[in-house]
DNA sequence: TTGTAAGCGTTATCAT
DNA sequence: ATGATAACGCTTACAA
C-alpha cells in the first residue's frame, strides 16, 4: 500500500500465525505434513497480510527459475506473435514463467545475457547456434539448421516449397522467380532449395534468386522493377506473404493482372492473404505447435527429463487460392 | 557443457582470480575503486570459466528484479503483438527484463500471482481493477478506466468514434449501426459513447448497438442477418477491423457493394485494411507508444521516481480509405 | 584498493 | 507435527 512499507516477508507471516517459517514453508509447498488447524492459520496470515512470497530467495534456494526465456528477432507481422503464443501457452501448462527479449533492438548482446542470468533454458529464433550454445544454459533452437547436439525445431520447408513451384510448373508456367534472401535465415534457405529441386525434377535451372528482405517496401521495390521490364518472369515464388502481397498490389496498381499476367505466391498465410482478390495461395505452418513444443523441449531439457537432443519437422500445408491461377474458392473469410 | 556439473558462482571466479568475491561483484558492478591489473585479472576469470551470474541471488541482495511484468488478455491480430514489442523495446532500454502473461489460458489466476513474484511492477490490459490493486506490486493499466489513483494508459476513443461517425453522417448517411459489445472492454464502451454523441450532436437518437465479439465468424453473422434483411443499416460502425473486414467480405460475397449499398468503417488499422478493395476506412492508434509508455511509468514507479499517478490519453486518428464512401486514394500499399 | 562479514527471503535437513 | 538452522549466491557496509 505505502511506497516504502517493507515488503511482508515469510517470518512476518509466521510470527503472525505464531508458527516457525518452516511451517510456513511448507504450508506454501503444499506438504501434507502440517496439522489442518495451523494450516488454516497459516493461510489466514497470509491473506491478512497480503503477503506474497520473493521469487528470488525461492529461486536461489530452489535452484531454478521455474522460467523460461524467448528471444525472438523482432515481433512484426503474425509469426512471431502466434509463436510466442504457443510457447508462453505451453510454458504456463508447465507452470514455467516466460521471459522475453527482442534482440533487434540495439543493446540486445547485453539483454541475451541478463535474460540467461534468470531464466533456465532459453529458445532462440533466428541467431547463430556458436554464440548461443556456450551460455552453460539449456537452449532449444526455433527454425534453424539441424545440429545433431542441439534441440531444433522447425517446419518443412523444402518440401513445401517443392510442391508449391511444382504446382506452378502444371499451370503451365516456366519462367520463375523466387524472391527473398536465402542467405538470411534458414528457413527461407530451405524454401529455396525446395524452389530450384522442382526446376531439377524438370529438367530445368533455377534461376538467380531476386535477393530482398521481407518488407513491404523492398516488394513494392521489386515489384517496380518488373513494371519497368527489369525482371521478367510469369511467376514469382516469395518467401513471405507480405513480400508478396506488397508485390501483388503493386503491380495490379500498375495494370498488371494477377494471376493472368504474373503468377505469386507467399509463404505463411497471414490474414490478408485470404481477403485480397485474387486469394494468395501460400503455404500455413503451425506457428503455435512449433512455439508449444520450443516450449516443451526447453523444459524437459531443464528438467533433465530429456535423454538427447532432438531435432522436429512440423508438417507444413499448401493453400490454394486464385493467385496462381487456380479458380477462386469463395468459401473463404 | 556437462548436464550436471555445478554451476559457476562468484567463489571460483574470486578463487581462479586470487580475489575476494567482494572485488569480483564490484568488478561486475563496474565499479571504479578497483585496480585496473585487478579488473584484468577478474575479467579472464569470468570468461575462462564461463560464469553467469545468479540473477536470484543478485535480485534477492538488490530487492529489485529489474523485470516489468505485461499481463495481456491474448495475443490475436497485431494489436497485443505490437503493444508488446512497444513495451519490451522501452523496457530493454531502461535495461530491465519483460515477463510475460497470457491471462486467457485457464489458469491464469495462478500464474498472474506467480508472475507478481518475480517481478517488480505489472502493466494489465483488460483486467478489472480491484483484483490487480492490492497485489502490493506497483501496477499501471492499458485501455482500461480511468481512476484516480492508479496509473493508466490508454487512447483517445470517444472523440475518434464522434468524428468517424460524423463523416459517415457527411456522406449523407443516417442509418447507422454500431456493432460490437460496448460491456466487453472499456474501450469499445468509449467508442460507441462516441458513436452515440455524433447522434446527439445532430439532434438524432442512436439505435441500439448490435452486440458482437470480436471475431471473424461473428463478423461473418452479423454480415448474414444484414443479407437476410434482419438488419437494416446504411452504414457500420465497427468495434475493430477483424469485425469490420468479416463483415465487408461476406456482403461483397453476397453481392452487397460497398460502399455503394452499405459503408463499413473499423478501428485499429491492421495490415489487411489496406490491402482490401474497398480499402477500410479505420481509426489508427498509436498501439507501440502505448506499450512503450506503461513500461516507462511502470519503471518509474518501481524506482521511486514517479510523484503521483498519472492518467495518459494517446491521440488516435481517423483513416480514411474508400469503404466509407470517399473516392479511394492509390497510394497505399 | 581490497577483504570480511552481515544480510537478502526462501527451501530443506536435521532434530525434537 | 513442528522448530532451528544451514545453505543458496549475490551486494554492500564497514574495516583494514
Redesign the pocket.
Known amino acids: 500500500m505505502s511506497p516504502e512499507s ?2 511482508v ?3 512476518a507471516v509466521a510470527d503472525h500465525a ?6 510456513v ?2 504450508v ?2 503444499g506438504s501434507t ?3 489442518e ?3 488454516q492459520r497459516v493461510l489466514d496470515a497470509v491473506r491478512e497480510l497480503d ?4 521469487g528470488a ?2 529461486s ?4 531454478r527459475h521455474h522460467t523460461l526465456g524467448l528471444v525472438l528477432p523482432e515481433l512484426g507481422g503474425p509469426y512471431y506473435a502466434e509463436l510466442l503464443a504457443g510457447f508462453e501457452t505451453r510454458a504456463a501448462e508447465l507452470r514455467q514463467g516466460v521471459m522475453l527479449v527482442i534482440a533487434g533492438n540495439e543493446d540486445h548482446g547485453d539483454a541475451v545475457h541478463s535474460l540467461a542470468t534468470r531464466v533456465d533454458g532459453i529458445a532462440f529464433l533466428g541467431t547463430d547456434v556458436e554464440r548461443v550454445t556456450r551460455s552453460a544454459k539449456k537452449v532449444v533452437l526455433i527454425a534453424g539448421d539441424a545440429r545433431p547436439d542441439v534441440d531444433v525445431i522447425s517446419t518443412e520447408n523444402h518440401h513445401g516449397a517443392q510442391l508449391l513451384t511444382e504446382h506452378l510448373f502444371a499451370h503451365g508456367l516456366r519462367r520463375l522467380l523466387f524472391v527473398g534472401d536465402p542467405g538470411a535465415a534458414h528457413d527461407v534457405r530451405e524454401r529455396h532449395e525446395g524452389f530450384v529441386a522442382a526446376h531439377l525434377d524438370r529438367g530445368l535451372q533455377a534461376r538467380e534468386p531476386v535477393l530482398a528482405p521481407f518488407r513491404e517496401s523492398d516488394g513494392r521495390r521489386v515489384a517496380e522493377r518488373i513494371i519497368d521490364g527489369d525482371l521478367e518472369a510469369d511467376a514469382l515464388v516469395c518467401g513471405n506473404d507480405e513480400l508478396a502481397l506488397a508485390i501483388m498490389a503493386r503491380l495490379m496498381r500498375a495494370g498488371i493482372e494477377v494471376p493472368v499476367d504474373i503468377a505469386v505466391v507467399g509463404w505463411d498465410d497471414v490474414m490478408t492473404a485470404r481477403y485480397v482478390r485474387p486469394g494468395l495461395t501460400t503455404v500455413r505452418q503451425p506457428v503455435r505447435a512449433v512455439g508449444a513444443l520450443a516450449a516443451e523441449r526447453l523444459f524437459h531439457l531443464v528438467s533433465g527429463t530429456a535423454k538427447d537432443a532432438e531435432q522436429h519437422v512440423l508438417p507444413t500445408e499448401v493453400v490454394i487460392r486464385g493467385s496462381c491461377g487456380c479458380p477462386e474458392l469463395a468459401t473463404d473469410p
Open positions: 517493507p515488503a516477508t515469510i517470518y505464531r508458527v516457525s517459517i518452516a511451517t514453508s511448507r506454501l509447498q505434513l502440517v496439522a488447524s495451523t494450516r503477503y506474497l512470497p520473493s530467495a525461492r536461489l534456494a530452489e535452484r
